[in-house]
């Protein structure tokens, strides 16, 4: 079955620390997309970086990349830099290519600290 | 571009009563999904429609129903609501090609009391 994990439901940073957010999965499809998502206080969702099953090398953007360890089946947020405005909940995603659902984790709430 | 629009944005019901949650997207997504978010739970897919004229279950169903109007259309309705259904609900819409990120509408606070 589906299943997203995140283990981490609070985190506190220093500012201009590297911060990594964890994320596991489950899934039986040989095919699937992981993605991370940033919700701020004011709450809207915030699309952020996405991974391939199929994608031989780790997706960056900007100061966020993602550590892809797919025998593992881990899928690790890395925020380089921490900015105070990296305060928000983050979330881990997963979409099966055989059914479209898109399942999320319970999500992390990230602190950074002046 | 306007993107996910849902409304209303705040709601407050009495048990028992009924409503519906209308949701329009106009990036022509054949992909559409309501999500309810409750602290410590993140987001719980209700129900998703991979194209216009299908509806799938997603993790929490019960009590709810939907209706893909058409393919920039999706609603979600409440029979009779209940007090754990006071909830954030969150609808989103995607492209299926590929593993095209989530859009997602601003939310909607409903409140059961």
């Known amino acids: 079955a589906q299943k997203i994990t995140q283990t981490q439901p609070g985190m506190f940073v220093q500012e201009k620390e590297a911060v990594t957010l964890d994320c596991t999965y489950d899934t039986s499809d040989q095919s699937y997309g992981l993605f991370w998502y940033k919700q701020p206080s004011s709450g809207e969702m915030i699309f952020l970086i996405y991974q391939g099953s199929y994608d031989e090398q780790n997706a960056t953007e900007g100061r966020y990349s993602l550590n892809f360890q797919k025998a593992r089946k881990s899928a690790n947020l890395v925020i380089s830099a921490s900015q105070l405005g990296d305060s928000a909940m983050y979330f881990c995603?997963?979409?099966?290519?055989?059914?479209?659902?898109?399942?999320f984790g319970k999500g992390t709430r990230l602190h950074i600290l002046p | 571009n306007a993107g996910v629009t849902q409304t209303p944005k705040f709601q407050v019901l009495k048990t028992g009563q009924s409503m519906t949650l209308q949701c329009a997207q106009d990036?022509?997504?054949?992909?559409m999904y309501w999500y309810r978010q409750d602290p410590g739970m993140g987001l719980r897919l209700i129900y998703y429609s991979a194209s216009e004229g299908t509806t799938d279950k997603g993790e929490v169903p019960n009590g709810y129903n939907v209706s893909r109007l058409n393919k920039r259309e999706f609603s979600l309705r409440l029979e009779s609501a209940a007090p754990s259904q006071t909830s954030v609900y969150f609808c989103?819409?995607?492209?299926?090609?590929?593993?095209?990120?989530?859009?997602f509408g601003n939310g909607t606070r409903l409140t059961v009391t």
């Open positions: 995603a997963m979409r099966e290519r055989r059914d479209d659902k898109i399942i």
């Open positions: 990036m022509n997504h054949n992909s």
């Open positions: 989103a819409s995607s492209e299926t090609r590929g593993f095209s990120p989530l859009h």
